[in-house]
């Protein structure tokens, strides 16, 4: 038997550095601690969730392009203000959410900074399409859970 110890898991700094134009698109993903149990898509907790996304851009934290609620994540694509940054941001929203609809998050969470057009269409087609690859809904466009930036409203879009 190998008494090694077992590698232990980085916490990633989750920074926006300082080289990144502002208005810069992340992918993210939030899972909730038990996976493969609807914590999510519940009465009350699914609304809340997506409410909170236009309660966030209001509040500056985060420019929102689209975030799909699933039973036991959470898939986001945003800018976010550089001055309070993704790790403030996030861990807020997060424990917003603990705190008022008893969400039990995994600690952290994935993001991955989208450098192109082309990656930010990848990106988002997939976040559409996770309630049909899951088989939750037929097509993306009967998934309640899903909220999208109204092509209107691109006009006022940080520069990515």
């Known amino acids: 038997m190998n008494?090694?110890?077992?590698?232990?898991r980085k916490r990633l700094p989750h920074q926006i550095p300082a080289w990144v134009p502002e208005g810069a698109r992340y992918f993210i993903t939030v899972?909730?601690?038990a996976r493969g149990r609807n914590q999510l898509c519940q009465a009350g907790v699914a609304e809340a969730l997506l409410?909170?996304?236009e309660i966030y851009e209001t509040l500056d934290h985060w420019y929102p392009w689209l975030l799909v609620v699933m039973p036991d994540h959470v898939h986001l694509?945003?800018?976010?203000?550089?001055?309070?940054g993704l790790q403030q941001v996030m861990a807020a929203w997060k424990g917003?959410?603990?705190?008022h609809h008893g969400i039990d998050w995994q600690s952290g969470f994935f993001e991955h900074r989208l450098r192109s057009s082309a990656e930010?269409?990848?990106k988002a087609a997939y976040v559409r399409l996770n309630p049909v690859r899951k088989g939750l809904a037929a097509n993306a466009s009967e998934w309640p859970?899903?909220?999208?930036?109204?092509?209107?409203r691109?006009?006022?879009?940080?520069?990515?």
């Open 51 to 53: 409410s909170s996304v």
């Open 96 to 99: 917003y959410h603990a705190k």
């Open 31 to 33: 899972n909730c601690r």
């Open 154 to 160: 691109n006009a006022s879009a940080p520069s990515a």
């Open 77 to 84: 694509i945003a800018s976010f203000n550089r001055e309070q």
């Open 3 to 8: 008494n090694q110890p077992l590698p232990e």
């Open 145 to 152: 859970y899903l909220w999208e930036r109204p092509a209107d």
């Open 120 to 122: 930010f269409v990848e």
